[in-house]
Nanobody, 120 residues
Framework: QVQLVESGGGLVQAGGSLRLSCVASGRFLMINAMGWYRQAPGKQRELVATITSGLGTNYADSVKGRFTISRDNAKNTVYLQMNSLKPEDAAVYYC??????????????WGQGTQVTVSS
């Protein structure tokens, strides 16, 4: 069993910054890609950013230049630095990861989410 626990969400004014963290724990050999997704009320969950084990990154166009994803493989942790936040960035942010277990079994899991609220 594995667990992804997010932290760092909260209320911030437009133009402000927040840093989200997500720590993975449990029984696994390694983690391949990790990422952040978000879901606003009445909308579908959407990709924000992903990062591979080799630190290759991918961003949604809406956050390019404002958000930065990073990870610490030794700590099984992925971060999302969010700058210049806009009201439209408000959502529940979810951590996601691809885990590799013994026998080369790969499975995907989600965190419970952390709320980000941006006031205008």
């Amino acid at each position: 069993q594995v667990q992804l626990v997010e932290s760092g969400g909260g209320l911030v004014q437009a133009g402000g910054s927040l840093r989200l963290s997500c720590v993975a724990s449990g029984r696994f050999l390694m983690i391949n890609a990790m990422g952040w997704y978000r879901q606003a009320p009445g909308k579908q969950r959407e990709l924000v950013a992903t990062i591979t084990s080799g630190l290759g990154t991918n961003y949604a166009d809406s956050v390019k230049g404002r958000f930065t994803i990073s990870r610490d493989n030794a700590k099984n942790t992925v971060y999302l630095q969010m700058n210049s936040l806009k009201p439209e960035d408000a959502a529940v942010y979810y951590c996601n990861a691809d885990f590799v277990r013994w026998g080369n079994t790969v499975f995907n899991d989600w965190g419970q989410g952390t709320q980000v609220t941006v006031s205008s």
